[in-house]
């Protein structure tokens, strides 16, 4: 009986640590039921175990994008198709994966509030960021590296961009040139930037998105010096291929193998992040580019501040998708400091978290001009390619659209903070 007790004691505990694993915390087919199952004070192993089965024999997984109810029925078939080591890369976050867990949860401590007897037969999701008008406020966040996850990478999600006619920002480390992606896009996208120590190569990379059409930098903040991103680790040692051809050799090596790179000396580059890491490269790209100038990871209202002081043109809040630092403070708790910061005199978007139109909802009700995506359209390419990445931005617009439609919103421009409570 003793034995009995101790091994049932020692599975709650094992559901426990499940139940709080990084593999749950972006969400997917097995979430929403696996997750109450845990929750439970006698978890019912039965079920669990029968739940698990479905889960190893792939069951419920889409086979097609048009089967998809929502942008989590992407992730699992993206961790079916993908190398461990690369889903490891796109669902990591730092240490113990509780940031991202924060970007999820913190759009539940915020609630829609909604006003009836509204004609809301017509509803215009449009929006517009400096020059350029939108159709949808839903913006494509940069995701690096998108050959790992489809062997048109970018360009397919540029081809998806077209049609469904959204705004991209492309990485610097992307693997197409921003000339391709502009090419398939059809249209500018802008180019977000990593400033590293060497401002020649830094001034060549942004000098040629500029040429190519971009026309809005957006400097990246946030990641200062690598990151403890315990989840690809330990999805690396999973993965019996062989990796050193693509991921040895540092910094330099890797430059060379990326599009942005090519014609610039990157010998003397040693790391991913300006050196003293202040507002002197600000004014670097300002004087030296007629781009828009966005700083992206912008998470207080003090830096918000500053940023309007320094002139620059538009902020993102951002905490890298959870991948940079372990806050446990999520960015759509951090929106309403930096929108009062900025004080409206520069456009404030935001990314991290954002899986469902209400996310996006309550982000433009918290002074969000744009609300961007990462995580799940990238489950869509790995999925199925362009059409999985068109179904996602399909999916997002259509659910922000039934949410403006039944909160009473008949434009962006409505969803005010009066449409919100919470903290």
Known sequence: MKSSRANSGSRR?????????????????????????????????????????????????????????????????????????????????????????ANRD???????RSRRLVDVSKID??????????????VISPV????????????????AAKVKRHLQILSTVSSSSVEDVIAARGGPVWFQLYANND????????KR???????????????QDGSNRETLFRSERADSRQCDTCHTGGVAASGRRRPIFEGLDVSKVNSTYWDGNDWTLVKRLKDTFSMKVLLKGIVAREDAQLAVQNGIDGIIVSNHGGRAENT????????????????????????????????AFKALALGAAGVGIGRPYIWG?????????ETVLAIMRRELQIAMRESGTVSVGKITRAYVIGT
């Open 199 to 206: 401002w020649n190569v830094v001034r060549g990379m942004v």
């Open 13 to 101: 505990r094992f559901l426990r640590m499940l139940a709080a694993s990084p593999l749950l915390a972006t969400g997917g087919a097995i979430y929403g039921p696996l997750a109450k199952l845990l929750a439970a004070e006698s978890p019912d192993e039965t079920r669990f175990s029968a739940l698990l089965d479905d889960v190893a024999q792939g069951a419920d997984l889409i086979s097609s994008p048009d089967q998809a109810l929502n942008v989590m029925d992407f992730e699992p078939v993206a961790r079916k198709v993908l190398p461990p080591a690369h889903f490891g890369y796109l669902a990591t976050g730092v240490d113990d994966d509780a940031t991202i867990r």
């Open 209 to 223: 998105a500029q040429a190519a059409g971009c026309p809005a930098v957006v400097v990246t903040v946030d990641l």
């Open 125 to 138: 999701m449009s929006v517009r960021l400096f020059d350029a008008s939108w159709e949808t406020p839903i």
């Open 328 to 359: 446990l403070r999520s960015t759509i708790e951090s929106l309403p400091e930096v929108v009062a910061g900025a004080d409206g005199k520069i456009p404030v978007l935001v990314d991290g978290g954002v899986r469902r139109g209400t996310d």
């Open 106 to 112: 913190g759009y539940s401590k915020f609630q829609i």
């Open 144 to 159: 690096g590296s998108q050959k790992a996850f489809h062997p048109e990478g970018e360009v397919a999600v540029a081809r």
């Open 381 to 389: 390419l790995a999925s199925f390619g362009q059409p999985g990445v």
